[in-house]
């Protein structure tokens, strides 16, 4: 089956500086989102791209489907933004997303 | 729009019982997606519903089932629970397939 590798598995930043998480796939997808997930568990949308750019405030996502990669940039990094993310795609059109292992985010005040 | 629900939030269970967990989708979404995260496996795909047909399914044994109802409702079941199935059960629900998925809290399974 395909294969999702993000990278790095864990990062720690100072608060406001910037990072940049990847994510790898193995085969072509018809999706791709990026999620936060909460203390409590509940995966928080970020973003569906399955292609191209997206900008949402602070976080912004670039998919190149071609070259089977995923980035997810954080700027001015906050301690909220503290966490796991997580990359999740879709192989098929039947909802069975796979996901990464997860880049654990730690921001120090 | 009230997101994805699930019930119960958390569960306690013994080695041999059964358990069942329920999720309500998003309005209009007619896809529910399950499924398990725990610390040594992830997040895993269990199984996916639409139109109460199920549509695809990982690899877990056939102690784990599901349904969807007319209304989109979905449930899962896990018959003679094991130590293992401990874990965060997640579900999702979207308009159709590669559509964005949106997720539930999650309930939080113990088995003792």
């Known amino acids: 089956g395909i294969q999702v590798e993000q990278s790095p598995p864990d990062l720690i930043l100072q608060e406001g500086a910037n990072s940049t998480l990847r994510c790898n796939f193995s085969?072509?997808?018809?999706?791709l989102q990026w999620f936060h997930q909460n203390p409590w568990g509940q995966l928080i949308n970020l973003f569906y791209?399955?292609?191209g750019t997206k900008q949402n405030g602070r976080l912004s996502a670039t998919t190149v489907a071609t070259e089977r990669y995923s980035l997810l940039y954080i700027s001015s990094s906050q301690t909220t933004d503290s966490g796991v993310y997580f990359c999740a795609v879709e192989p098929d059109n039947n909802n069975d997303m796979r996901f990464g292992a997860g880049t654990r985010l730690t921001v120090k005040p | 729009k009230a997101g994805v629900t699930q019930t119960p939030r958390y569960l306690i269970k013994t080695r041999g019982q059964q358990v069942t967990l329920s999720c309500s989708p998003i309005?209009?979404?007619?896809?529910v997606s399950w499924y398990q995260q725990t610390p040594g496996q992830g997040l895993q795909f269990l199984f996916e519903?639409?139109?109460?047909?199920?549509?695809n399914k990982g690899n877990f044994p056939g102690r784990f089932s599901g349904r969807q109802f007319s209304n989109s409702r979905s449930e899962m079941n896990v018959s003679t629970l094991e130590l293992g199935d401990s874990a965060l059960y997640l579900c999702a629900s979207s308009l159709s397939g590669a559509a964005e998925q949106f997720f539930g809290p999650g309930t939080r399974l113990t088995v003792l």
């Open positions: 791209i399955p292609s």
């Open positions: 519903y639409f139109s109460e047909t199920q549509r």
């Open positions: 309005s209009g979404h007619r896809s």
């Open positions: 085969d072509s997808v018809n999706n």
